[in-house]
């Protein structure tokens, strides 16, 4: 249980190019899902925090007009890397969060497989 | 803040045990631990809570020490799968301030 995928897996796109990246809880409703950035060999870094229904925070130094973060449903959020350039491409890992009460589990994160973008 | 994590890498031979710390200087809601192998996304191991919980499951265990707002993972007999990362996520509050630490690289040899 406690399944999220990502789509795609992989994308390569070119320089000012718009990329969308959905993440979908598959077989539980996430009240709260993140995006995070990775870096070879470097720790997951938070972007930004979603909520269904509201709009997305932010973390400092996030640029929230270039990475676009919409979380339609309990099980979908997607994140649209708008204008991507070379310095973009990272692995891109989301995460749904079940919360607390749900009777299952207790606040952990289940990730996706991540999204590896390349921008030429 | 980020939370600090010790050591940096470890290597061990299968069956040896091995300790992680995570410590932060504010005061802790919860711990998380997960682990990620090369290529793949975290998985979950455990959390604790404030109030210095111990958790484990099989050979793999924790503890959060709040007064140190420190936590240990602790992997006994180790197994060659035990190898990947090891991060500490903490959180403030609940719900709140998430962040994970800079990994432990652990690596376990035949």
């Known amino acids: 249980g406690a399944v999220v995928s990502q789509h795609p897996s992989r994308v390569i796109c070119k320089s000012g190019t718009s990329v969308k990246i959905e993440c979908r809880s598959l077989?539980?409703?996430?009240?709260?899902m993140f995006w995070y950035r990775q870096f070879p060999k470097k720790s997951l870094m938070l972007m930004a925090t979603?909520?269904?229904?509201?709009?997305?925070?932010?973390e400092q130094g996030v640029e929230k007009d270039k990475f676009l973060i919409n979380h339609a449903s309990l099980t979908l959020s997607t994140l649209t890397v708008t204008s991507a350039h070379p310095e973009d491409s990272s692995f891109y890992i989301c995460?749904?969060?079940?919360?607390f009460g749900s009777g299952r589990y207790y606040n952990e994160q289940f990730f996706g497989p991540g999204t590896r973008l390349t921008v030429l | 803040q980020q939370p600090v994590q010790s050591p940096q890498a470890v290597i061990l031979r299968e069956g040896e045990d091995a300790v992680i710390n995570c410590s932060s200087s504010?005061?802790?809601?919860?711990v998380h631990w997960y682990r990620q192998k090369h290529g793949e996304a975290p998985i979950f191991l455990m959390i604790?809570?404030?109030?210095?919980e111990q958790k484990g499951h099989d050979k793999i265990s924790a503890s959060f020490n709040e007064k140190k707002q420190q936590s240990s993972l602790y992997l006994t007999a180790s197994q060659l799968s035990y190898s990947g990362t090891y991060f500490c996520?903490?959180?403030?509050?609940?719900?709140?301030?998430?962040?994970f630490g800079p990994g432990t690289r652990l690596s376990v040899l035949p």
């Open positions: 995460s749904g969060q079940t919360g």
């Open positions: 077989d539980f409703q996430a009240t709260t």
């Open positions: 979603s909520n269904e229904g509201s709009k997305a925070t932010y």
């Open positions: 504010k005061a802790l809601y919860s």
């Open positions: 604790l809570l404030k109030g210095g």
């Open positions: 996520g903490t959180e403030l509050n609940y719900g709140q301030n998430f962040v």
